[in-house]
């Protein structure tokens, strides 16, 4: 069991520093977008892993409103996209 968790660790640090690099460098906002929705998918599969390891359920509210976030902020990323395009042809 320690060397699952070990592993599950490891592939979600390196998952979330390559993330947070593409959030940083861009190039452009729908980079961003994309990285930030991979990084609020990651921190959701790192609650489910505890969830599944300890065995219970108490994280679900949680995981419901970083879905309901992701969500939105992909819908508001993209609408502000489609605007700024459309203001600019």
């Given at each position: 069991m320690n060397i699952l968790l070990i592993l599950i660790v490891a592939v979600f640090s390196v998952a979330a520093i390559l993330t947070m690099f593409r959030i940083i460098r861009g190039p452009s906002i729908l980079d961003r977008a994309v990285a930030s929705d991979v990084l609020l998918t990651e921190v959701m599969c790192v609650l489910g892993a505890e969830m599944a390891i300890n065995g219970h359920t108490r994280s679900i509210p949680v995981l419901l409103?970083?879905?309901?976030?992701?969500?939105?902020?992909s819908i508001s990323v993209a609408r502000y996209v489609a605007r700024r395009d459309n203001t600019t042809s």
């Open positions: 409103i970083i879905a309901a976030v992701g969500v939105f902020g």
